[in-house]
């Protein structure tokens, strides 16, 4: 019976030391990180849109998109501003055209201008993708973008945040 207590309060403290040892492995954030988070969701993503004129003519028609922007106190010392806000500077879009046949744009730096104050939202407009991007084969398809929003915090440091979306070309057909 007493081996079984040693047994027992051994595999006890063995527990208490690999819960401790857990708990102490350091910040769960980075110390060096803003006191501040910068969410951004894609709030408006409408297609481009193909329509034939009364001459049979293929018209796109592009529409802004929207990214809204929070900033996000991590506690309550980090809601003073300016000395917390961020300033978006732009959007950084990677294209790809799965399935092959298109001209796939380069890489492009959108300008996306804009201030986020702590515990504020701000919504930002910006185009997809260039006219002159346009390939006539893109249309009925959808392309993937990888986009990162580039940001200042007040501080000078550079925050980025990415998104993954499709941006869908209608046909005029």
């Not at 849109?49 to 003519?57: A, M, S, V």
């Amino acid at each position: 019976m007493k081996a079984n207590w040693k047994y027992l309060a051994t595999a006890l403290v063995a527990l208490v030391l690999v819960a401790v040892a857990g708990c102490a492995s350091g910040d769960i954030d980075d110390p060096g990180s803003p006191p501040n988070v910068l969410q951004v969701l894609l709030t408006e993503s409408p297609p481009v849109t193909g329509t034939q004129d009364e001459l049979g003519n293929c018209l796109l028609t592009l529409t802004e998109w929207e990214l809204q922007m929070t900033n996000v106190p991590k506690n309550s010392l980090a809601v003073a501003s300016p000395y917390n806000d961020f300033f978006v500077d732009y959007v950084i879009i990677n294209y790809d055209w799965p399935g092959g046949g298109v001209v796939v744009p380069p890489e492009r730096e959108l300008p996306a201008p804009g201030t986020v104050a702590p515990d504020k939202t701000v919504s930002v407009k910006f185009e997809p993708i260039l006219f002159q991007d346009f390939d006539t084969n893109m249309q009925g398809t959808t392309g993937l973008m990888d986009m990162q929003v580039v940001a200042r915090y007040a501080d000078g440091s550079r925050v980025t945040v990415p998104l993954r979306e499709s941006l869908v070309v209608e046909s005029c057909q």
